[in-house]
Nanobody
Framework: QVQLVESGGGLVQPGGSLRLSCAAS????????MSWYRQAPGKGRELVAH????????NYADSVKGRFTISRDNAKNTVYLQMNELKAEDTAVYYC????????????WGQGTQVAVSS
């Protein structure tokens, strides 16, 4: 029953913006830190952004800092990634990841959504 469903990916031009969403169900969303990871072709999975369960603290990969914003709406069980000033190197499959704040065995991955930045 646990699900993380990403949406909002697609093709966008360099300099453009895209907003990803990850809808969670089947677990207590507000007990979980949420992250966005990405995996570009031929590369490993990279942590892009992270947000604590109640949303006061965030952190970002250096490559996206100042351009991307992670946020969450616990009432909607949804985490977002607002991506601005997109670059070609942002092209990747973006994955939503949930991790319980204290219980290491409680973690979940979404299936991913493709983001392509190209002119």
């Amino acid at each position: 029953q646990v699900q993380l469903v990403e949406s909002g990916g697609g093709l966008v031009q360099p300099g453009g913006s895209l907003r990803l969403s990850c809808a969670a169900s089947g677990f207590t969303f507000s007990s979980y830190a949420m992250s966005w990871y990405r995996q570009a072709p031929g590369k490993g999975r990279e942590l892009v952004a992270h947000i604590t369960p109640l949303g006061p603290n965030t952190n970002y990969a250096d490559s996206v800092k100042g351009r991307f914003t992670i946020s969450r709406d616990n009432a909607k069980n949804t985490v977002y990634l607002q991506m601005n000033e997109l670059k070609a190197e942002d092209t990747a499959v973006y994955y939503c990841y949930a991790e319980h704040a204290f219980i290491s065995t409680m973690w979940y991955w979404g299936q991913g959504t493709q983001v392509a930045v190209s002119s």
